[in-house]
């Protein structure tokens, strides 16, 4: 699988109910959790203050992230996505 930096940014639709993006939020967090116990969401951030997300996505490659990954939050009708796809550093010192 490929590593990606996906940065996030929700933006709720002027009028939604605030029910419905509760309910919206809590099947994400829901989809999260899956996403993670499958191997695609390795870590995620929030900056401070911010509402957006940063985190670190694996796929096979941008279409399968952008389709059967990230495409399956709940939240990504209300979503922009900023996608680098990422590869090892000779200076990485994990290697």
């Known amino acids: 699988m490929r590593e990606f930096l996906v940065e996030l940014t929700t933006t709720v639709p002027d009028g939604t109910d605030p029910a419905e993006v509760d309910r919206v939020r809590a099947r994400e967090a829901v989809r999260a959790r899956e996403l993670a116990a499958l191997g695609h969401l390795a870590r995620l951030w929030r900056p401070v203050g911010e509402k957006r997300s940063i985190g670190l996505w694996r796929a096979e490659d941008e279409a399968a992230l952008r ?10 009708p209300w979503m922009t996505a ?3 796809e990422l590869e090892t550093h000779p200076n990485d010192p994990t290697v």
């Open 82 to 84: 900023v996608v680098t």
């Open 67 to 76: 389709e059967e990954v990230l495409g399956t939050l709940p939240l990504w």
